[in-house]
């Protein structure tokens, strides 16, 4: 089976959207834009559907896929209650990159494997046209992970995932590049307190502008031990990862982080390995290497790129990848969040 494919990259194809709502209807696969990564949908009230993206993913079935929807209405028929924090956040942010852990309506209304059994629901409202009127002309909620076999980095291109993906969906609405590159921030909400279980593009210092009480769960930056307890499943697994080794150095003084960049350089060079260097545009003349590549200027420019570069890299006969860190505040937490994952935690600070 090949999917069909429609061109969405400079206007809208309305007619072509409808076609891929139907998919969705009948209980088959979309692969649909949305702001952040590409999306592997089917209709979330559909426990067969959705049974067939963890199996086109290799995904583990407890790992919870976050429900998209189109309006507020959709949200009020999946979650028990919204409270008034969570609704600030939606005001706020929604349409937008922040996926809301809220409290299950009944099993009845979004099935078990949707939400791994939990008795929770991430839920999200896209800011993408061609997304908003997937679910809108399909007229339910829709189930979508990142479009990726499980572990690889998230599809932010169709060129990049089409290979991978096309026998595996029945539909393929191509949008171009996603705008922001990285996965949603995912957040639990209890009481007057947010903790972030993933961080995005909408940063910590943006949800404290709505409570005091922001906290970074634990998990994000440190390591999963075998037996810890997750907060939210997905971390838990190897992400993001190029087939390529990998390691990130990082230092806040930029000139220490580029001399050990060049040591390690020169280590691994004189093992025999061939070595590439992503760094940002400012510092590439400074690493002693002939392969090196842009990841951008600014962390909205690395967020966009990161996945496309790591993809790009199993395309080629790197040995060895040295990826630069960047600070993690703000939207650099979720570029680190992603990059020591990429690397298996392979990451140096000095
Ligand atoms: P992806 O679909 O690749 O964007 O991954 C979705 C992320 O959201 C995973 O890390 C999940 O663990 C997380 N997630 C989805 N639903 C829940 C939930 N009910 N509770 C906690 N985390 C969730
Ligand atoms: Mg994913």
């Known amino acids: 089976m090949k999917a069909k494919y429609s061109n969405q990259k400079e206007k809208l194809n309305i007619k072509e959207i409808e076609e891929a709502a139907e998919e969705i209807k009948k209980g088959n696969l979309v692969l649909f834009p949305t702001e952040t990564v590409y ?41 028990k209650d919204i409270s008034d924090v969570e609704r600030k956040l939606i005001n706020k942010f929604w349409p937008g990159p922040l996926t809301i852990i809220f409290n299950r309506k009944s099993k009845e209304v979004i099935p078990n ?46 060129e990049d995932i089409i290979e991978e993906l096309q026998d595996k969906v029945d539909y393929i609405l191509d949008g171009g590049f996603t705008d ?17 279980l993933r961080p995005g593009k909408i940063t910590k210092e943006e949800l404290e502008e709505v409570v005091n009480d922001v906290k970074v769960d634990s998990h994000v930056l440190g390591k999963v031990g075998k037996d810890d307890v997750v907060a939210s499943p997905g971390m838990k697994y190897r992400h993001y990862a190029p087939t390529t080794s990998c390691m990130m150095i990082y230092s806040n003084d930029e000139n220490k ?89 392979n990451y140096i600070i000095v």
């Open 257 to 345: 982080m580029i001399s050990r960049i060049n040591e390690e350089i020169k280590e691994l060079e004189q093992q025999g390995k061939k070595v590439l260097v992503l760094g940002k545009k400012e510092h590439l003349d400074k690493y002693i290497v002939d392969n090196k590549w842009n990841m951008g200027s600014d962390l909205n420019e690395i967020a966009k790129n990161i996945f496309m570069l790591l993809r790009k890299v199993d395309k080629e006969d790197f040995d060895f990848v040295i990826i630069e860190g960047v600070e993690s505040k703000g939207l650099g937490l979720a570029i680190t969040n992603r990059l020591i994952r990429a690397c298996a935690y």
């Open 39 to 79: 999306g592997i949908g089917a209709n979330a009230l559909d426990e067969k559907a959705v049974k067939r993206i963890f199996e086109a993913k290799g995904r583990a079935g407890d790992n919870p896929l976050i429900v998209h929807v189109s309006n507020i209405k959709m949200v009020e028929e999946i979650v």
């Open 113 to 158: 494997v949707v939400t791994a059994n939990l008795d929770t629901v991430g839920v999200r409202m896209p800011n993408n046209e061609i997304a908003i009127e997937l679910i809108e002309k399909a007229k339910v909620p829709i189930a979508a992970p990142s479009a990726n076999i499980s572990g690889k980095p998230s599809g932010t291109n169709i």
């Open 180 to 196: 922001i590159g990285l996965e949603s921030t995912v957040i639990r909400v209890i009481g007057d307190e947010i903790n972030i």
